[in-house]
């Protein structure tokens, strides 16, 4: 939160990036200049290319901006939406990592390294956004439009890390480009701040870009209608939502749809397609030797044992595999699908027999969870334990969406350290995602078939056979291709016209939150979603009572509202901000 000199991290006579995550740090720092010498198109350029470098908070060390070990602020969320949301268990075992283990429990103080890092991260970000900000208004070569686009990408970008820093600590200070003095308390609400860089964005920016990691304005209007809806403002949320979906386009022309595949969204041989709104991107093999440009945070989340060599973390939870269960009329279990739950392999060696749950499922369930039997991508059949550290600590599976192909690793994979980079861009925002918002926008001003509708869509996509999981055509060689057999026993459904009307408001909000469950399971939202829906408190006691039944690592934990709504403020960053003897930060209630 120090003012910072503007540091150039590409050299001006580069060309622009062709997307964020592409090599915009493999050459050293030029080092620190003035105001003059970068007041122009050029140096606009290279410290907006900054601002989008700290997206995936990634130095080329593996390491973030705060030192610290990458996964610690990785911008997919994955410690703190999935796995404190209850989508998954930390994995590996009870040694490895153990500052996760008390956010998975509710059981974070302070003084945990993993929210530092996470904060400063962060921070970072919006101090590079501020110094674009600053250039802009001193560039004289540029014309106004351009002016605008400088601003408008710089300002979502500070939206996006202060959105970030808001659904998480709730209580942060604000520092902008006009700050002077950076020790600022956190007593103001910044909801209405970060309005307005979204608004600007929206206004400003244009619908189009020539490199397509660029921010443009419909991303920007989907960001500011989710500001909308997390401040509970439904009036305002809705014109935007309606004005996104009506006529939103990709930063590379395509109008706003819902991918054929649902793995499309996670496959970079087809990224930044029509669903992607404003993805992270990424790339492997960048020529640095390092995977800081390939998704680090999540370094640790593949199989242990197994080809992928690293390290076991991040496995799916019970409840979440239970979601997908669907009834016969292809439709899920909203209230009981804990009591209709999928079988495993927990407890069953490898090398013993098993055959896979022989139920209906929603196939999203084999694109986002490794299960025994099931094909692996194209890497064969899940094997079951013998790919998990321990089961007992954190159960039978593995996850999915982060994991590259066989066929296209040599591209796709970054094998340039101990653990896997991926060329998998991280998506913050999905058109699916927007798609459940808006029906969520929808029920809340009482329109429920609209509100149907636009769940509907989301699961005509996964009804589609094309989002099958498929058997292999021999499961001793899986690159020679899948069948035509679906690998389980698929089977969903459309809710059936006038369903969500008929059963009224709160039936339709409970199934689009579920919706949401399925649709963006192991993306890094569950944990915020069920905050701001204010059943944090009910869903993940239940969750804490039911899943510790099965594995160890969540034994003793315990949720309370609202403490456990937000996590604390960093004691690292209260202990900085002394002035006169006494902090300007105020700790979250229940923290202090």
């Known amino acids: 939160m120090r ?64 030192g610290s070990n990458a996964w610690e602020a990785a911008p997919d969320n994955w410690v703190y939406g999935s796995v404190a949301g209850g989508d998954a268990h930390k994995g590996s075992d009870g040694s490895d990592q153990p500052a996760i ?16 890092s996470k904060w400063r991260t962060l921070y970072e970000g919006i101090t590079r956004a501020n110094s674009v900000l600053v250039l802009v208004k001193l560039a004289k070569d540029i014309t106004e439009d351009e002016a605008k686009s400088f601003e408008g990408q710089a300002r979502f970008l500070r939206g996006h890390y202060y959105f970030e820093l808001r659904k998480m600590f709730k209580h942060v200070p604000w520092i902008d480009e006009t700050t002077t ?104 093999n960048d020529g640095t030797n390092m995977i800081g440009n390939a998704n680090n945070g999540g370094m640790l989340n593949f199989p242990y044992n197994s080809p992928f060599r690293c390290c076991g973390f991040y496995q799916p939870s019970q409840d979440l595999v239970n979601s997908f269960r669907t009834s016969a009329t292809g439709l899920p279990f909203l209230d009981t699908y804990n009591t209709n739950a999928v079988k495993s392999d927990m407890g069953i060696k490898s090398d013993q027999a098993y055959t896979p749950d022989a139920g209906s499922l929603d196939p999203r369930l084999d694109w986002t969870v490794g299960r025994r039997g099931i094909p692996y991508l194209d890497w064969g059949l899940h094997p079951g334990a013998s790919w998990v550290r321990d089961q007992s600590y954190s159960g039978p599976y593995a996850p999915k969406k982060n994991v590259y192909w066989q066929v296209t690793q040599d591209k796709y994979a970054d094998q340039h350290t101990w653990a896997p980079g991926t060329a998998i861009n991280i998506l ?25 509708a636009y769940v509907n869509q989301v699961r005509a996509r996964a009804a589609n056979p094309a989002s099958y999981v498929y058997q292999y055509k021999d499961n001793s060689a899986p690159l020679t291709g899948f069948s035509t057999t679906p690998a389980a026993d698929y089977n969903v459904s459309q809710y059936p016209a006038g369903n969500f009307a008929a059963n009224g408001q709160a039936y339709a909000l409970k199934a689009i939150y579920f919706e949401r469950k399925l649709e963006l399971a192991m993306e890094g939202h569950r944990f915020f979603d069920l905050v701001r829906w204010g059943i944090a408190e009910a869903t993940l006691d239940a969750y804490l009572a039911y899943e510790s039944k099965i594995t160890g690592d969540l034994k003793g934990g315990d949720f309370t509202a609202p403490q456990d709504e937000y996590y604390p403020i960093p004691q690292r960053q209260i202990d900085l901000q002394m002035v006169n003897g006494k902090s300007t930060l105020t700790q979250n209630d229940g923290y202090k």
């Open 3 to 66: 003012k910072s000199k503007f540091i150039l991290f590409l050299a001006i006579s580069l060309p622009l990036f062709y997307s964020c995550g592409d090599s915009f740090l493999d050459k050293p720092a030029q080092g620190a200049l003035s105001d003059a010498q970068l007041a122009n198109r050029a140096g606009l350029d290279a410290v907006l290319t900054g601002a989008y470098a700290a997206l995936d908070g990634a130095r080329q060390d593996n390491q973030n901006f705060s």
């Open 101 to 116: 283990d008390a956010i998975a429990r509710y059981l974070v103080d302070p003084s945990n390294g993993y929210l530092n």
């Open 181 to 284: 003095d950076f020790n600022q308390p956190n007593t103001e609400e910044i909801w209405p701040k970060i309005e307005a860089d979204f608004l600007f964005a929206y206004q400003n920016l244009p619908a189009t870009h020539s490199q397509v990691g660029r921010v443009n304005k419909w991303a920007a209007g989907s960001y500011l209608a989710k500001t909308y809806l997390y401040e509970k403002k439904y009036n305002e949320a809705k014109p935007v939502f309606d004005d996104v979906i009506a006529n939103g386009v990709t930063s590379n022309g395509l109008k706003y749809g819902l991918t054929d595949n649902y793995e499309d969204n996670f496959n970079p041989a087809v990224e930044n397609n029509k669903e992607s709104i404003f993805a992270i991107q990424q790339v492997a």
């Open 428 to 452: 913050v925002i999905r058109y699916a995602d927007v798609l459940l918002m808006a029906a969520e926008v929808e029920a809340q001003l009482g329109n429920l078939d609209q509100a149907q």
